[in-house]
């Protein structure tokens, strides 16, 4: 018998996904996609390559009752899409602020799917949050028109660190007044 943690996370459905939470099952695809050096590029966070068992220790942390951060899998079945066709998370601030990162296979780039899933995130906005702010790498316009698309505002430039390129990156930096 499989036995899987319960989480304490809302799960949400729009038209074509279920933003649910990760599950251990979501490892192969999370080895997949990640895996992939055009997902890793674009965020701060995954390595390239993906070193082993990287993939089931980041879903083992999104079960912590302790995390900063609550990660939502993209779920396309309900569409006969694959089961994982992304992530989006929001890591909390202080002062009732969070910080929104996702990232999309590229399998199903330009089919709307982030902007479904930020769109769902921001309606609900699970954490309560009064501010979401976002940044993007300055190389990937189409994640800076998902974020100008569900709302947020153009703050300014600024840097952060690519794990994947081993080297500081130029962003531009949203915000997103929620109340």
């Not at 990760?22 to 997949?32: C, N, Q």
């Not at 316009?141 to 660190?161: I, K, M, N, Q």
């Amino acid at each position: 018998m499989i036995h899987e943690q319960i989480i304490d996370q809302a799960t949400f459905e729009t038209e074509r996904l279920t933003l649910r939470p990760l599950r251990p099952s979501d490892k192969g695809m999370l080895d997949m996609h990640g895996g992939d050096e055009r997902v890793a590029r674009m965020t701060t966070s995954i390595p390239h390559p993906l070193p082993p068992g990287a993939s089931e220790a980041f879903v083992k942390t999104t079960w912590d009752p302790k995390r900063t951060e609550d990660v939502w899998a993209m779920d396309g079945s309900k569409s006969d899409l694959p089961e994982l066709l992304g992530c989006i998370a929001l890591e909390r601030m202080d002062r009732g602020q969070s910080e929104i990162g996702y990232w999309i296979a590229p399998s199903v780039w330009n089919m709307g799917l982030a902007r479904e899933a930020v769109g769902k995130i921001i309606a609900e906005n699970p954490q309560e949050n009064a501010t979401i702010f976002g940044s993007v790498f300055q190389d990937n316009p189409a994640s800076a028109r998902v974020l100008t698309h569900c709302g947020f505002d153009y703050l300014g430039d600024a840097e952060a660190y690519s794990v994947a390129r081993e080297a500081t990156v130029p962003t531009w930096t949203y915000l997103r007044r929620m109340t």
